[in-house]
């Protein structure tokens, strides 16, 4: 069945430091892919999301690049703040049935002044 | 900006008890959504809900659980008898149309603890 793999945690960055957290995901057809952020405390927040093959999902300095030939969808970001510690997740629209979100595990970012 | 709400933030309970965890999706949305997260592990998905009838449910969502939009607002999860195993974050979402590109919004979540 469709799935996402997510790179394990914890991330620890240096404030200013560049980020990437690595996506990759089984599917048939062809989903949509999302990230989404969960900062202390509070509930999911869509962070940026791509549609198809190719496409950039950008937002609050990240971006991540829909890849069909490597089936991946990694997260990056050129500076991270101390503001970015949060965890993120990588989801795929299951492409089967009724825009069902199948999640990775999570990725905790910690970033330190 | 419209967003989901959910109530309460957190909930404790005794084991076999029932518990109704509550979300008020964004007005105009008609696909209503929960998911949960059991500490440490993945978001799973439960079940989804459009025009008053179950679309889909997961493996999870077995006869002890149930949804219902008793009125015009409010989307409702109950747990009938409720088992350790249950404790998790639950998290209710809802979008605008079954466009595959469309996105969910999430609500910050209830916590259950069941004891």
């Known amino acids: 069945g469709d799935s996402v793999t997510q790179m394990e945690g914890p991330v620890t960055l240096s404030e200013e430091a560049f980020l990437t957290i690595n996506c990759t995901y089984t599917?048939?057809?062809?989903?949509?892919l999302f990230w989404y952020v969960q900062y202390p405390g509070e509930g999911l927040q869509l962070l940026l999301k791509?549609?198809?093959?190719?496409d950039k999902g950008s937002n609050k300095g990240f971006e991540a690049t829909y890849r069909k030939e490597t089936t991946s969808f990694h997260l990056e970001k050129g500076s991270v703040q101390v503001s970015d510690s949060a965890v993120y997740f990588c989801?795929?629209?299951?492409?089967?049935?009724?825009?069902?979100?199948?999640f990775g595990a999570g990725t905790r970012l910690a970033v330190h002044p | 900006e419209p967003e989901v709400t959910q109530t309460p933030s957190h909930q404790v309970t005794q084991m076999g008890q029932e518990v109704i965890l509550r979300c008020v999706p964004i007005s105009n949305h008609l696909y209503f959504y929960w998911y949960r997260q059991i500490l440490g592990q993945k978001v799973e998905f439960l079940v989804s809900?459009?025009?008053?009838?179950?679309?889909?449910k997961s493996e999870i969502f077995d006869d002890q659980f149930s949804v219902e939009r008793p009125d015009g607002s409010n989307f409702t999860l109950k747990i009938r008898s409720t088992k350790l195993e249950d404790s998790a974050m639950y998290f209710c979402?809802?979008?605008?149309?079954?466009?595959?590109?469309?996105?969910?919004?999430f609500g910050p979540g209830t916590r259950l603890l069941v004891l």
């Open positions: 791509a549609t198809k093959a190719d």
């Open positions: 809900f459009y025009n008053n009838e179950i679309s889909e």
């Open positions: 599917a048939t057809g062809y989903p949509s």
């Open positions: 979402a809802s979008s605008d149309q079954r466009e595959r590109e469309e996105t969910q919004y």
């Open positions: 989801a795929l629209l299951f492409s089967g049935g009724y825009n069902k979100l199948i």
